[in-house]
């Protein structure tokens, strides 16, 4: 099992300006260094030290412990036609061997995107800003992804190291994507940029991902995004008064105005069948009432019914 830290062991810099009379405490007062590092919320002091030498800078960095008056130099370096970004990798190590111990080596994964997945002895790493803290040893690590050749890689991390991962493959010949329109010619956009007037249109799966606009006069124009490869996309068009919202609302107004005349004419119908019930039930105008209610309201919850079905059609087509 992959033995990794780096969710137990995050480590953040903080750039304090130096100041003479703080460096000076700090070296001379061992409580002087716990009162500061809780000062400033530090777990851990270091003083970067810069100094001529002739026409040379040196750079030494000092640990300081922060409940002890111990205090050990780490990195010494004298930089000959050089600049502190040249050696910062150095300085690097350094620090990296005094906070994640003898045991521990880091890898870095140069130019890592979240698209390309990384296995280590083949378990699945998830990485945090491109980069895993792990014991030394040697390590299997593959790395693959959808639109990409697998790679696999065989490294020896040393203890107190930064070993560079290239996180670079090699996109996979996946074809051409086909686009199809079912309304003939039509205009394609790809990314913004027009491609052409045609039925038909290829583009290469390298392009993946990508926004693919489909457009036709009187239709109206539909957009696609590309995620993934695929063989053939068909794109079909709905006419542009199909997207117009007040045919939306004249279909809701229409649906509203039917089933509130079907529960007044149920109203009459119940009625009726009450006024029967409650007066002489032997009057020959009741039985012709109930009969004509009881139609109107049949056919009215057949319209409401037509009137519902069109409205959820249009509705469910994405006109708003």
Known sequence: MTDSIADRLPVSYKQIPYTKGYAKLLSSYPDARSWYASREKLDALVLINTTKLSSNDRIRLYWYEIFSDTTTLIFDR???????????????????????????????????????????????????????????????ISLGGELYV????????????????????????????RLSSTLGKVQW?????????????????????????????????????????????????????????????????????????TMLVFGLYVASITLSQTFEEANPLWQPLQVATSGFALVSTLHTIMNLASYAALASSGVR
Do not use: C
């Not at 045991?103 to 296995?119: A, R």
């Not at 065989?154 to 203890?159: A, G």
């Not at 590309?226 to 809701?252: G, R």
């Open 189 to 261: 956009f790809v990314d913004g940029a027009f491609r052409d007037t045609s039925v038909d249109l290829s583009i290469s799966s390298s392009m993946v991902p990508l926004v693919i606009v489909a457009q036709k006069e009187g239709f109206a124009s539909k957009t696609l995004q590309v995620h993934k490869p695929v063989q053939e996309i068909s794109v079909s068009l709905h006419p542009e008064w199909m997207t117009s919202s007040a045919l939306l609302q004249e279909e809701q107004r229409d649906f509203y105005k039917s089933l509130r005349n």
């Open 78 to 140: 004298v930089l000959v036609n050089k600049t502190p970004l040249e050696i910062q990798e150095e300085i690097g190590r350094a620090l990296l061997a005094r906070t994640a111990g003898p045991k521990y080596g880091l890898l870095i994964f140069d130019n890592y995107t979240s698209s390309i997945g990384i296995d280590i002895n083949s378990e699945p790493l998830v990485l945090k800003d491109g980069q895993e803290l792990l014991l030394f040893g040697d390590y299997t």
């Open 150 to 177: 697998p790679a696999q890689i065989e490294i020896s991390l040393l203890p107190n190291t930064i070993t560079h991962v290239p996180s670079t493959l090699k996109r996979a010949e996946l074809g051409d994507i």
